[in-house]
């Protein structure tokens, strides 16, 4: 193992616990969803491999590479390893990124409608809204471009007809807004489900009639 391998070693183990954790919590199905961390340092970006089980990963399997897609250690990346890479090249303060398919916020993400901010904890943590980011090609780098005007202002969007991306400063941060999306996306759709009109969303000001 090259040192830089060895100094990359604890991200490895922390993105597999992290995934499997994922797919525990229900944000994962099959193999889909991917996760990677940002060393800035060596410009290198250790992401979760291509079509692997989450409960046969091991930490050697995950890939280390640069955001040009040069991979340093390890197999074929995610599929979706460029939505990441633009992500840490346009987005500097961004260590983290988890991407999911989680079924509650993904059905919001089908419909290409926003998770109204009907949350306080969504205003704290979310940034208010869930926004829908414009459709992109599976695995092109337009999934990222796509998600940017939303990102620079907040820590999660929708992917149209597609999923969930969120970030953080650390792998724990991106992983737990990713909870906070699902979690809202669930309560949203369960006070949707009674036909009655959501009366109201928040923003820093307060509480105001919401409008679908
Ligand atoms: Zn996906």
Redesign the pocket.
Known sequence: MKPSEARLAPLREQLVSTARRACRAGLMAGT???LSIYHAESGCMAITPSGMAYADMTPEDIVLMRLDGTVLDGGKPS??WKLHAVLYRELPAVRAVV???APNATAFAVLRRDIPCALVEMLLFLGGSVEVAPYAA?GSAA?GTNCLPILRRKPACL?AN??VVTTGATLEQAYTNSIYVEDAANIVRLAMSTGLPIPAVIDEEGSKPYHA
């Open positions: 889909s969803g991917n599929s979706e991407h999911t398919h599976q999934v992917l597609h999923g």
